[in-house]
């Protein structure tokens, strides 16, 4: 019988940016990282990460800071909790607990100054070297069953260059996104990014195409950031950089976009992150339907009718 290999990936690591400071989510956050809260029974970063290793990819570089010794405990193994449920023979919990140090090879930096996402991008160079890279962005959640990383990477196998996630969006709310001029392709999905511009105000905003927080990016990118002035908010912004590339294919070859019609859940706000986790529960085998009933009675009992 003849075996095959899966098929491999040009590009095998990804990037996670985790330097930020959680400062919407104090006091949870004072201690504990804000990748770490729960998004039903898991941490946050937990399902970005599981998204890099469904995608194919096998090594991952969390930039961290200060504060952030958690992130790295839980993606290693913990010996003692490990060997007390053996003890008690709980295989169910014992795989919860090991699950999360399997998924991949995890590599950490500090972010140090952190100036931006730019920035942090920038430190991933050493590690990431002369290849093509992925990036995600810890607050942006995208359910399992809509894969998006895997469809930017065929996008990137086939067309070179970068490639960005975009989700249509309000035009109110495009200026908390980097925003893209594009082109239409003969692939329904895919979109020629012509111009990208961070957080514009709506009446400047080139569309209503928001970059959501996954990226496949050239490894030009590393040089083009290394001279980009900071930019909005005073931080040096990887949309800037993009901008670059886009408007001068010689360096870095073409940006394009995947245009996302599936589920992502936002968990970079208060009100976002508690609807991620009530759709999260809701879906749940196991936790919907008890949490599904008690939502439906608790909405009905406390909303006052004629109130949305
Ligand atoms: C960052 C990027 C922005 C992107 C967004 C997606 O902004 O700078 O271009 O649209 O992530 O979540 P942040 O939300 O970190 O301010």
Redo the contacts with the bound molecule.
């Keep these: 019988m003849k075996h095959t290999l899966p098929p491999t990936r040009a590009v095998t690591k990804a990037v996670i940016p985790a330097a930020g400071l959680g400062t919407r989510f104090l006091p949870a956050t004072k201690a504990t990282p804000k990748e770490m809260l729960p998004v039903v029974d898991k941490p946050a970063i937990q399902y970005v990460v599981e998204e890099t290793a469904t995608a194919g990819l096998t090594d991952v570089l969390m930039i961290t800071g200060r504060n952030k010794r958690a992130l790295e405990d839980h993606f290693d193994r913990n010996f003692e909790l490990e060997q007390a449920l053996i003890k008690k023979g709980d295989k169910q919990r014992l795989a919860k607990v090991r699950a999360s140090n399997d998924l991949t090879t995890m590599h950490y930096v500090r972010q140090g100054d952190p100036r931006g996402?730019g920035h942090a991008v920038l430190c991933a160079a050493p590690h990431v070297g002369a290849q093509p890279f992925a990036v995600l962005?810890g607050?942006?959640l995208i359910d399992p069953r809509d894969p998006l990383l895997s469809r930017m990477l065929d996008v990137h196998e086939h067309e070179g260059g970068s490639v960005v996630a975009l989700m249509e969006t309000e035009p109110s709310q495009i200026h908390?996104?980097?925003c893209a001029a594009v082109q239409n392709t003969a692939d329904p999905d895919v979109v020629k990014v012509t111009g990208l511009v961070?957080k514009p105000d709506p009446a400047e905003a080139p569309s209503n195409y928001?970059?959501?927080?996954r990226y496949v990016l050239d490894p030009a990118v590393f040089e083009v950031l290394r001279e980009t002035a900071p930019g909005r908010g005073g931080e040096i912004?990887?949309?800037d950089a993009l901008q670059k590339l886009a408007a001068d294919e010689k360096t870095g070859g073409p940006v394009h976009g995947v245009v996302f019609k599936g589920r992502r859940y936002d968990t970079?706000d208060r009100v976002d992150y508690l609807r991620a986790i009530v759709q999260l529960a809701c879906e749940r085998e196991d936790l919907g339907p008890e949490f599904r009933n008690w939502l439906v009675r608790h909405v009905a009992e406390t909303v006052p009718s004629g109130i949305a």
Excluded: F, H, K, N
């Design positions: 996402l962005l607050d942006d908390l996104y980097g961070e928001a970059i959501i927080g912004q990887l949309t970079g």
